[in-house]
């Protein structure tokens, strides 16, 4: 069972850029469709950016197209998110999530992921 863990959040000053990590410790990583999302309070959880699992098709939301950047590394067995000019609308708990089905592809919500990682808070201050 895949488990997930998100590191690098933290707080930063708006237009400072900041790298989240996921680290994926299951033997699926490798097949899994991964992808970022975000949660600020009373909002729904948004997508961000997702790469499926071959690493050949990615897709980021308008939301933040031009500032965030996903990849991944087999290797490695972990998803990043580079996120760069910061805004205090950047504040919320990001999360990383996995998905074994479908895996060719990337889906945008979140009810295409089975796996999350217990997120981790980004605060962008003015």
């Known amino acids: 069972q895949e488990v997930l863990v998100e590191s690098g959040g933290g707080a930063v000053q708006t237009g400072n850029s900041m790298k989240l990590s996921c680290l994926g410790s299951?033997?699926?990583?490798?097949?899994?469709?991964m992808a970022w999302f975000r949660q600020a309070p009373e909002e729904d959880r948004e997508f961000l950016g997702g790469i499926n699992y071959i690493g050949n098709t990615i897709k980021v939301s308008d939301s933040v197209k031009g500032r965030f950047t996903v990849s991944r590394d087999h290797a490695k067995n972990t998803l990043y998110l580079q996120m760069e000019s910061l805004t205090p609308e950047d504040t919320a708990v990001y999360f990383c999530?996995?998905?074994?089905?479908?895996?060719?592809?990337?889906?945008?919500?979140?009810?295409?992921?089975?796996?999350w990682g217990q997120g981790t808070q980004v605060t962008v201050s003015s």
């Open positions: 999530a996995a998905s074994l089905i479908d895996a060719d592809k990337v889906g945008t919500t979140a009810g295409a992921y089975t796996r």
């Open positions: 299951g033997r699926t990583f490798r097949r899994a469709a």
